[in-house]
């Protein structure tokens, strides 16, 4: 949104009841904030059409689905020059994108290059996802990995 369309604590508050239970109605999120139906469902529109809520989704618990093991593996890759017909990163991030098992990854900085987000069914699965696909890309030089035991916190809302 522009400097002129700025957010304010009602757009704040219908955000909040979004990041909830997005199924809910303008009905019941008016009388939450104080709104008509309409003035809501105008102000969602808004802040769709300015990228401020991106979309909507159903989040399923991986556990539920048959994929109870979850890693964060750091991931180094191999250094760009110069003389390199490829540049290592654009060749990997392509290839994210096409790993079902990875469900989030992100471009750091420090020592390790990218964070990545993996739900597999078991260590079995974590293992052909490492020695048949992530170690045989040929941009990674290096990887690390933690081992999820318990979520303390997880939550897709931001705090708005």
Known sequence: MSATQAIDKLD???LRRLQENGRETY???GEQVGLSPSAVLRRVKRLEEAGVIDRYVALVRP???GLGLTAYLNVRLEKYTETSKRNPMDVFRASVQTWPEVVECASLTGEMDYLLRVVVSDMAHYSRFIMDTLLK????QDCKTSFVLDRVKATTAVPV
């Open 12 to 14: 704040r508050a219908i």
């Open 27 to 29: 009905d019941v999120i």
């Open 63 to 65: 556990e539920t689905v």
């Open 137 to 140: 890309h040929p941009s990674v």
